[in-house]
């Protein structure tokens, strides 16, 4: 299954704000507990991360998940 570009760009700002708090891919496995596999997996576009995950990464990087749902 192939990603969307939107995730593919969401996939890649993850990295990007790992990167701006000065972080490895292995120190945000352990403050996270998500494998440093998976972390890489998903900044390198094979996996799409559910919420859960998504939401202890950016928590373990000083950061929160933010759900806004479409109206229409």
């Given at each position: ?37 998976y972390i890489s997996q998903i900044e390198t576009n094979y996996r799409q991360p559910t919420a ?21």
């Amino acid at each position: 299954m192939a990603l969307s570009q939107e995730l593919i760009s969401f996939n890649n700002s993850l990295k990007q704000v790992r990167r701006d708090v000065d972080m490895t891919q292995e120190e945000l496995a352990v403050r996270s507990g998500v494998s440093r596999s998976y972390i890489s997996q998903i900044e390198t576009n094979y996996r799409q991360p559910t919420a859960f995950i998504l939401n202890s990464l950016l928590m373990s990087m000083g950061h929160r998940l933010t759900i806004v749902k479409d109206c229409d």
